[in-house]
């Protein structure tokens, strides 16, 4: 296995992790990539067994060396008390945990003693899958990993911490928890709610309105469609940033509808206006400045291998992809596949699959 840099406060193991689900085995794949020992613990047999079994660590036995990191990968509701024992049980070691809400767990642990050694983090990347089946030693790469030090934080212990983000291949950045509250609220929950709120209107609507369904409503409801579990405890643990933002939303509500009632067409191009310059406000790839692009529409008919063709005309031609979506056409036998590309080189894309016998549009 690699050799793992060693520095004044480098993570060099072992690692405990506390919850062997997705983001516990997939942090655990991850170290053992890089060489460190990694032990398992989770009250759930299936997954202690499937997770050691993918070789993420080593069930704990009680025999082992005590960790130099231990990482709390429970839910939400169960975190601070999971947080408090592993102070308690290694109180040589950094404790963080990987939850998505900072402010509530702390408050709960900042009265213990050792609460020094406690630095939280959360990596902003997982899937709508939950089990260890599906993790993955990648899984964080290339992602942001938040690092939230509290004000009694030892500088070792927030070192440590970012230090395993850096083993994962995470991009590590750093928040006060509070602010990291506000920000996943404003990049997550919030979004996921108004989510939830537009799919709920078509849960009862008449199946001919349905058939009018587009990549629109899709992309708009796609979030919605996750297992509601995990979001009952998230939510509630971020009541008080989730409902600053709605109440900003509510106000925005107010004055869109006003707009509409008064057929103020200059106060409804102001929300719009709004909505345009907070899409060209998210980083861009790799977290880098928005280039850009332009979306080109190919219908690709629903036969084996066509996908692959569209994709080998479009190398071809030396154009990169930037991103790409594809939504079911109702009613043909295919798909629309939405290729978004350099603006620059939009034209010699359109006249390349044009040439080839694409059926697309912008």
């Known amino acids: 296995m690699p050799e793992v840099d060693r520095g004044p406060a480098a993570l060099v193991g072992p690692v405990r992790i506390i919850g062997a689900g997705l983001l516990g085995a997939s942090i655990g794949l991850a170290l053992r990539a890089r060489g460190l020992d990694v032990q398992l613990e989770d009250l759930d047999p299936a997954n202690l067994r499937t997770a050691s079994g993918l070789g993420a660590g080593v069930p704990v036995a009680g025999d082992e060396t005590e960790p130099q990191l231990v990482v709390v990968a429970v839910p939400p509701d169960h975190l601070a008390g999971v947080i408090e024992g ?13 939850g998505s809400v900072k402010s509530g767990p702390l408050a709960t642990v900042a009265a213990h003693a050792d609460v020094a050694r406690y630095c939280g983090s959360h990596p902003m990347a997982g899937t709508q899958h939950t089990g260890p089946l599906t993790a993955s030693a990648t899984l964080f790469e290339g992602r942001p990993w938040a690092i939230t030090p509290h ?5 070792e212990a927030t070192q440590v911490v970012t230090g395993l983000a850096e083993l994962t291949g995470a991009m590590p950045l750093t928040f006060a928890p509070d602010e990291h509250d506000l920000a996943v609220a404003r990049t997550s929950h919030v ?3 108004m989510s939830a709120l537009v799919a709920g209107r078509l849960a009862d609507a008449p199946e001919g309105h349905l058939a009018l369904s587009g990549p629109g409503v899709r992309d708009v409801t796609r979030v919605a469609g ?6 009952l405890q998230i939510v509630p643990a971020n009541a008080p940033a989730i409902l600053e933002l709605l109440g ?5 509500l107010d004055r ?4 509409i009632q008064d057929g103020d067409r200059e106060a409804l191009r102001g929300v719009l206006a709004n909505g345009v310059a907070g899409t060209k406000a998210i980083p861009g790839k790799h977290g880098g400045p928005v280039r850009p692009t332009t979306s080109l529409f190919v219908h690709v008919p629903d036969r084996p291998g066509n996908l692959a063709r569209l ?3 479009v190398d071809a031609v030396g154009v990169n992809i930037e991103d790409v979506r594809i939504d079911h056409d109702p009613a043909r036998a295919g798909g629309q596949v939405e290729l978004v590309v350099d603006q620059a080189r939009v034209e010699d894309l359109t006249e390349a699959l044009d040439a080839r016998g694409w059926a697309l549009h912008q």
């Not at 004000?151 to 500088?155: F, G, L, N, R």
């Not at 900003?248 to 925005?252: E, F, T």
């Open 86 to 98: 592993a102070l308690e049980a290694h109180p040589g070691a950094v404790v963080t945990d990987v």
């Open 151 to 155: 004000a009694s934080t030892t500088p």
């Open 191 to 193: 979004p996921h709610l």
């Open 226 to 231: 996750t297992d509601p579990g995990m979001w």
């Open 248 to 252: 900003q939303i509510r106000a925005d």
């Open 256 to 259: 869109l509808e006003s707009a």
């Open 311 to 313: 994709f080998a005309d």
